[in-house]
């Protein structure tokens, strides 16, 4: 990401017109958290080109990625007036909605999303967590599934649709998906616990003790990882804040 950013900012300084380049640097300070930056960087890109497609949805996607969603859901709104059968503008906003729990708006956009990009993974994998959520296990199922049609390693997507399976009591369907989950990624605990209870449901009592000691095991794992990165975190903040000023 460093490198993407200098290299960004030098073709900035060449040329402080280049659209693109501005466009790319706002999206790469999203993603390493710099919002705010991002945002100064986008309306840079506005005040020369008011109707530049690419930096409204971007600051949609700054405003999404600070939690903001009510002004997210108004920006990509006035980027989808401008370009009605964008794909990515349509699951970014039906994920706006999502955020927010306002589940139907959310449905609405998502489908269109994949009328309009039946490639588009995470749009199937979206809106099969939004009907999941909505209690629309059938529905949940099938995006679930074109997800992992589309995209065979999706870990995260052969554990949801184990879950849904399990919900619609599909015990079979269920353990060959989480068994599928976990041969794709053997470090998560989710798919263990809910193996874990489906083997139990079927009287298999060993197995599910196997599984479930297992499920243990990485959440711990995962828990002291997370807590040493808080630790090294809180160090480097403290060591920084405890060093002497530097005369000029």
Request: no cysteine.
């Amino acid at each position: 990401r460093p490198a993407a950013i200098e290299a960004y900012s030098n073709a900035l300084k060449i040329r402080r017109d280049n659209h693109d380049a501005r466009n790319n640097l706002g999206f790469v300070l999203v993603e390493v958290g710099q919002a705010d930056r991002a945002l100064t960087e986008f309306h840079t890109v506005l005040k020369d080109d008011p109707k530049n497609i690419a930096a409204i949805g971007n600051i949609g996607f700054a405003l999404l990625q600070r939690g903001d969603m009510a002004k997210a859901i108004d920006q990509y709104q006035a980027a989808l007036r401008i370009e009605p059968d964008s794909a990515p503008l349509h699951y970014n906003l039906g994920l706006a909605y999502k955020q927010r729990d306002d589940l139907e708006p959310a449905k609405v956009h998502l489908l269109r999303a994949v009328e309009l990009d039946r490639d588009l993974v995470e749009a199937h994998y979206t809106l099969g967590i939004t009907y999941w959520q909505a209690g629309e296990f059938a529905e949940a199922e099938e995006q679930m599934r074109a997800a992992t049609r589309k995209k065979r390693d999706y870990a995260a997507a052969w554990t949801m649709l184990g879950t849904v399976q399990k919900q619609q009591n599909k015990t079979t369907e269920a353990l060959t998906s989480l068994a599928e989950a976990i041969r794709l990624d053997n470090e998560s605990p989710g798919p263990y616990t809910l193996m874990g209870q489906l083997l139990r449901s079927q009287g298999d009592i060993e197995a599910s003790n196997k599984a479930f000691a297992t499920a243990a095991r990485l959440k711990a794992k995962k828990e002291a990882e997370q807590k040493v990165m808080f630790d090294r975190s809180r160090t480097d903040v403290v060591g920084a804040a405890a060093k002497p000023a530097i005369k000029q």
